[in-house]
């Protein structure tokens, strides 16, 4: 612990890491799921983010016991004891899975926007080989190499901060009442769309408990890690809700919602050729480093559960350059088999966000419980709580059957699996 804090990451490299995992694909696509809900959505933004600062504040303190520090399925594993190992099985195999299939979109946005460098059309299935393409590409040379030095994490998330600050600055000028408090498109009421658009906007914040995975690699990271977890929630937040704020009183509601790319186009309008291309080309660079830091932290945590003996142990290990294979071959392979649903038209956009919500969901509330039990703390956990029961509740039932189904095939992995070792 000693190293930690004369050598390692400051807060601004800490943070950087925070900022740079959740602004990816979040907030260049979400926008068109959540115009659907017209100005209620910019409420369910303003909401999640609210929700999500108090979620990370709760990570970033769990992240400071020695089982918090093995991570939130190892954390609920120590809480309920009385379960048996189940509990952190079914935390680790959801929070694989739903990363999984938050990768999936990213793998995805990044075909989309990445088409957009090329001068001539490229078809669905030329993106869906560039998706799986880039997928494999990135689990090889995570096999092979490390990834992306500190350094370049942070001049890639303050490049992206002050890029899509911009976008909202040229916005400001357009901004007035009316195009913000535009009606919804869908037969709900004013609450239900606050609701429904939550899980959508915490999509964007995946990957907000990130910093807490970093805590053996930071100066003074009792300090560090919960500041820049707060900071970069905060930070995040700030850029989601003002660039879809940038949207809405840029493009009108109905092309904000059959928009495959909002945020360029919306750039397009405000910035001109060349400020398009800029953030079209930040927006490939931060959501290619989106997938690989998706890739690297799912592969760690297939990786871990078969540590922990919840899982067969030959995925239990490292290739020399200490990258758990067998585990990224997993992970590819569900991450293709996602990106292949969603461009035979199997799964949209709109039920992969929300089952990438709600597998996380469940996480965070096993994390949340867990953490009351080992610090019981009242207040945080009942306004924890219900921010994730109103996530919960905003989901689609088809992603509660979808991940419902998911969560039950994880119990062929549970039932063959050797003896414990936690």
Same mark, same amino acid.
């Given at each position: 612990?000693?190293?930690?804090?004369?050598?390692?990451?400051?807060?601004?490299?800490?943070?950087?890491?925070?900022?740079?995992?959740?602004?990816?694909?979040?907030?260049?696509?979400?926008?068109?799921?959540?115009?659907?809900?017209?100005?209620?959505?910019?409420?369910?933004?303003?909401?999640?983010?609210?929700?999500?600062?108090?979620?990370?504040?709760?990570?970033?303190?769990?992240?400071?016991?020695?089982?918090?520090?093995?991570?939130?399925?190892?954390?609920?594993?120590?809480?309920?004891?009385?379960?048996?190992?189940?509990?952190?099985?079914?935390?680790?195999?959801?929070?694989?899975?739903?990363?999984?299939?938050?990768?999936?979109?990213?793998?995805?946005?990044?075909?989309?926007?990445?088409?957009?460098?090329?001068?001539?059309?490229?078809?669905?299935?030329?993106?869906?080989?560039?998706?799986?393409?880039?997928?494999?590409?990135?689990?090889?040379?995570?096999?092979?190499?490390?990834?992306?030095?500190?350094?370049?994490?942070?001049?890639?998330?303050?490049?992206?901060?002050?890029?899509?600050?911009?976008?909202?600055?040229?916005?400001?000028?357009?901004?007035?009442?009316?195009?913000?408090?535009?009606?919804?498109?869908?037969?709900? /009421?004013? +609450?239900?769309?606050? &609701?429904? =658009?939550?899980?959508?906007?915490?999509? *964007?914040? %995946? !990957? #907000?408990?990130?910093?807490?995975?970093?805590?053996?690699?930071?100066?003074?990271?009792?300090?560090?890690?919960?500041?820049?977890?707060?900071?970069?929630?905060?930070?995040?937040?700030?850029?989601?809700?003002?660039?879809?704020?940038?949207?809405?009183?840029?493009?009108?509601?109905?092309?904000?919602?059959?928009?495959?790319?909002?945020?360029?186009?919306?750039? /397009?309008? +405000?910035?001109?050729? &060349?400020? =398009?291309?800029?953030?079209?080309?930040? *927006?490939? %660079? !931060? #959501?290619?480093?989106?997938?690989?830091?998706?890739?690297?932290?799912?592969?760690?945590?297939?990786?871990?559960?078969?540590?922990?003996?919840?899982?067969?142990?030959?995925?239990?290990?490292?290739?020399?350059?200490?990258?758990?294979?067998?585990?990224?071959?997993?992970?590819?392979?569900?991450?293709?088999?996602?990106?292949?649903?969603?461009?035979?038209?199997?799964?949209?956009?709109?039920?992969?966000?929300?089952?990438?919500?709600?597998?996380?969901?469940?996480?965070?509330?096993?994390?949340?419980?867990?953490?009351?039990?080992?610090?019981?703390?009242?207040?945080?956990?009942?306004?924890?709580?219900?921010?994730?029961?109103?996530?919960?509740?905003?989901?689609?039932?088809?992603?509660?059957?979808?991940?419902?189904?998911?969560?039950?095939?994880?119990?062929?992995?549970?039932?063959?699996?050797?003896?414990?070792?936690?």
């Amino acid at each position: 612990m000693n190293s930690n804090k004369e050598a390692g990451m400051g807060i601004i490299g800490a943070t950087s890491i925070s900022v740079g995992t959740m602004v990816s694909s979040g907030i260049l696509i979400i926008s068109s799921s959540i115009a659907i809900y017209g100005g209620w959505g910019l409420l369910g933004w303003i909401s999640s983010a609210f929700c999500a600062v108090l979620l990370g504040y709760s990570f970033s303190q769990m992240s400071r016991s020695e089982d918090g520090k093995k991570g939130i399925p190892v954390y609920v594993s120590k809480a309920f004891k009385s379960c048996g190992s189940y509990l952190g099985f079914q935390t680790s195999w959801d929070h694989w899975s739903g990363l999984c299939m938050g990768c999936s979109a990213v793998s995805i946005a990044f075909a989309t926007h990445f088409v957009e460098l090329f001068p001539f059309h490229v078809s669905k299935a030329g993106q869906a080989f560039l998706a799986i393409s880039l997928l494999w590409l990135l689990i090889l040379g995570n096999c092979r190499s490390s990834v992306f030095s500190v350094g370049m994490i942070t001049a890639i998330a303050i490049l992206k901060v002050i890029i899509f600050s911009s976008i909202f600055l040229f916005s400001i000028p357009n901004i007035s009442l009316d195009k913000i408090m535009i009606p919804s498109t869908v037969n709900v /009421s004013s +609450l239900q769309s606050v &609701f429904k =658009s939550m899980p959508l906007a915490l999509f *964007a914040f %995946l !990957g #907000l408990e990130s910093a807490t995975s970093s805590y053996e690699s930071v100066k003074n990271p009792e300090r560090t890690v919960p500041l820049a977890t707060i900071l970069g929630v905060i930070i995040a937040a700030s850029l989601f809700i003002g660039m879809h704020i940038a949207v809405m009183v840029t493009l009108p509601q109905d092309l904000q919602i059959s928009s495959a790319k909002p945020v360029y186009d919306t750039a /397009s309008i +405000l910035m001109g050729k &060349f400020g =398009s291309f800029i953030v079209l080309f930040i *927006a490939v %660079l !931060g #959501l290619l480093g989106g997938v690989n830091g998706l890739v690297f932290i799912s592969s760690y945590i297939m990786f871990s559960s078969a540590s922990s003996g919840w899982v067969s142990a030959r995925i239990n290990s490292v290739n020399k350059n200490n990258f758990p294979v067998p585990s990224s071959l997993l992970t590819g392979a569900l991450v293709t088999a996602t990106v292949l649903s969603y461009y035979y038209g199997l799964l949209s956009m709109h039920v992969l966000i929300n089952l990438t919500s709600f597998m996380l969901i469940k996480v965070y509330i096993a994390g949340v419980l867990a953490h009351y039990i080992h610090s019981r703390g009242l207040s945080l956990f009942l306004i924890n709580m219900f921010s994730c029961v109103i996530l919960l509740l905003g989901c689609s039932l088809e992603a509660v059957l979808y991940g419902s189904l998911i969560s039950a095939l994880g119990l062929i992995f549970y039932l063959f699996r050797p003896s414990e070792k936690i």
